[in-house]
Every structure is written in structure tokens, then in C-alpha cells.
């Protein structure tokens, strides 16, 4: 299949497969990657308010889909920490704790459940075939928007939070599913030749 598996049946994640070893070391290399490419992806942005569109949100997914779940929460911890000590790392030119309870604090929350969630379907092997890439990819962005709105919700009221904070972003989300999952399954392509080789 291009991947291996361990002793106990589970699928080894994208990142064990592209770097088997390394230990603690690559996790905690792994993790500042992850923090950096957050960083990096919210700096591609279209203003919206009271929350821009950012690149985010795929970065998000794929470091759950590549990294399985605990390394993937991991980067994006990192990533808020880094956001909350003062760094430039979010969208705009904001950080720290005020940034952090503002209108986008909801979605950094998702941040987490997303990468979260991404990263234990990919351990159930949802990372191999297009469909469920695909499918786990949405799953992982309804679990963004849930945190999002509901935070725009008590911030400005329910109908403007799904009218400012929802209703903008779907094409958006459904086109960042896509091509997220085919960057997945391109890396996973790139992977199995070099495991075969």
C-alpha cells in the first residue's frame, strides 16, 4: 500500500512514514514546523470582519491529517502560545491576550478541536483514500465553525455571527477541502514511492 503498519494494526501516520525515526526530537521539531506554517498561513488573507479568511484552516487540518492527533494539538498549542507571549503570528497585526478573547478567539479554539479531530481519523486510516480525506477534512472544518459562531454569537448576537462569521466562508471552506485533501493524497503518492524505492 506505499505505508507501513505497526504491530498493532494502526496506521502510522504521514510524518512517521516520510521520517521514521528521530524521537522526541522530531516531535518537538515537528511542532515548531507546524507553528511556523500556522504563522505563515494567517498572513494570506482576505479581510473580512469581524474575522478574516485565512489559509488557516487547511494548515490546521493537514498538521492533524499528517501528524495524527497529539502532535497536531501539540502545533497548534504552540502556535496560540506564541500568539498569547506577544508574537506577530496572527492574522492582522494583533497578539496577545486581548487578540485572544476578540472576535476570532472562537476559531482559534476550533483550531485545536479541528486539528484534534483530523488527526484521530486519520489514525483510523481516513487519510489514505480521497473520500475519506475528503470527508474528514469537512468534518474537521464544521468543528472550526462550531466554536467560531457560537463566540461571534455572544459577542454580537446570533444572526450577525452566522451572517459575518459563517455564511462568508463556505465556498471558501469547501475549496480549502478539497484541495487540502489532494495535497494529502499527493503527499501520501510522493511517500509510498519513496517507501517502495
Known amino acids: 500500500?506505499?505505508?507501513?503498519?505497526?504491530?498493532?494494526?494502526?496506521?502510522?501516520?504521514?510524518?512517521?512514514?516520510?521520517?521514521?525515526?528521530?524521537?522526541?526530537?522530531?516531535?518537538?521539531?515537528?511542532?515548531?514546523?507546524?507553528?511556523?506554517?500556522?504563522?505563515?498561513?494567517?498572513?494570506?488573507?482576505?479581510?473580512?470582519?469581524?474575522?478574516?479568511?485565512?489559509?488557516?484552516?487547511?494548515?490546521?487540518?493537514?498538521?492533524?491529517?499528517?501528524?495524527?492527533?497529539?502532535?497536531?494539538?501539540?502545533?497548534?498549542?504552540?502556535?496560540?502560545?506564541?500568539?498569547?507571549?506577544?508574537?506577530?503570528?496572527?492574522?492582522?497585526?494583533?497578539?496577545?491576550?486581548?487578540?485572544?478573547?476578540?472576535?476570532?478567539a472562537g476559531y482559534l479554539v476550533g483550531f485545536v478541536l479541528g486539528a484534534w479531530a483530523t488527526g484521530r481519523l486519520a489514525e483510523r486510516g481516513w487519510d489514505r483514500a480521497p473520500l475519506t480525506a475528503l470527508a474528514a477534512m469537512a468534518v474537521g472544518h464544521a468543528l472550526l465553525f462550531v466554536p467560531g459562531v457560537a463566540w461571534l454569537a455572544v459577542l454580537f448576537g446570533a444572526e450577525k455571527a452566522v451572517a459575518a462569521g459563517l455564511a462568508p466562508f463556505w465556498a471558501a471552506s469547501l475549496l480549502k477541502t478539497a484541495l487540502g485533501a489532494a495535497l494529502l493524497q499527493g503527499a501520501w503518492s510522493v511517500a509510498a514511492r519513496r517507501t517502495a524505492g
Open 1 to 104: 500500500m506505499g505505508y507501513r503498519m505497526p504491530m498493532a494494526g494502526r496506521p502510522v501516520s504521514l510524518l512517521d512514514t516520510v521520517a521514521p525515526r528521530g524521537g522526541a526530537a522530531k516531535a518537538v521539531a515537528a511542532a515548531v514546523l507546524g507553528s511556523l506554517l500556522l504563522a505563515a498561513s494567517a498572513k494570506v488573507q482576505v479581510p473580512f470582519w469581524p474575522v478574516p479568511m485565512t489559509m488557516q484552516s487547511m494548515v490546521v487540518l493537514l498538521l492533524g491529517m499528517a501528524y495524527g492527533s497529539r502532535l497536531a494539538v501539540a502545533s497548534v498549542l504552540l502556535y496560540l502560545a506564541e500568539g498569547l507571549a506577544g508574537l506577530p503570528v496572527f492574522a492582522g497585526a494583533g497578539a496577545g491576550p486581548a487578540y485572544m478573547t476578540g472576535p476570532t
